[in-house]
């Protein structure tokens, strides 16, 4: 008989977060050597030749918005950061100080449904899904992603909840059940 685990949460692989709008967004990620995401509300690894398990990505939040992380160095971003600097048009750069966490486990579905009201379950991960939504009254960003380590989330909000959203989800994943046949 299987066994389910609980849900964790952890802090992400730490890096450097950063934000890009504009009409000419896309093309100045292209002009950086980075990936883009063919449309609103999917991500990609930061660069196409990396594998979709990198913790670094280019999520596409609009057709003309992206939030990028990217670990130590964060040559991806500091590319970026000195094309933007030689006063490209129609890009800008946003300022992206997001908190972030991941959820995982085989009931981390279970806990994201006592907080939103997404089916994340239902999302098909090959799309690479990236959604915007809320959590216990929260703006998330969430990126579901599937890897060796089975299914999960990671969330991104602005700093100033990040405390509350940590402490709300932790509450919840603790009181979930655990060792319940599947």
């Known amino acids: 008989m299987s066994r389910r685990a609980a849900a964790w949460l952890a802090e992400p692989v730490p890096g450097k977060r950063f934000g890009l709008k504009g009409p000419r967004a896309a093309d100045t990620l292209r002009a950086a050597g980075l990936a883009v995401p063919d449309r609103p509300n999917t991500w990609a690894p930061l660069r196409a030749a990396e594998s979709a398990d990198s913790p670094d990505i280019v999520s596409r939040l609009g057709a003309s918005e992206f939030f990028i992380e990217e670990r130590a160095p964060a040559s991806g971003i500091g590319a970026l950061e000195e094309l933007l600097g030689e006063g490209r048009a129609g890009a800008y750069p946003i300022l992206r100080e997001d908190f972030g966490l991941v959820l995982g486990g085989a009931a981390a579905d279970a806990a994201l ?19 915007m939504t809320l959590m216990i009254g929260v703006a998330v960003v969430v990126l579901p992603h599937e890897s060796g380590n089975g299914r999960t989330y990671r969330i991104w909000c602005d700093p100033s909840y990040g405390a509350y959203l940590w402490t709300e989800l932790e509450d919840i994943v603790t009181r979930i059940p655990t060792g319940r046949p599947q």
Request: glycine share 6%; aromatic share 6%; net charge neutral.
């Open 113 to 131: 449904a006592e907080v939103c009201n997404v089916n994340f379950r239902a999302l098909e991960l090959g799309a690479r899904p990236v959604a």
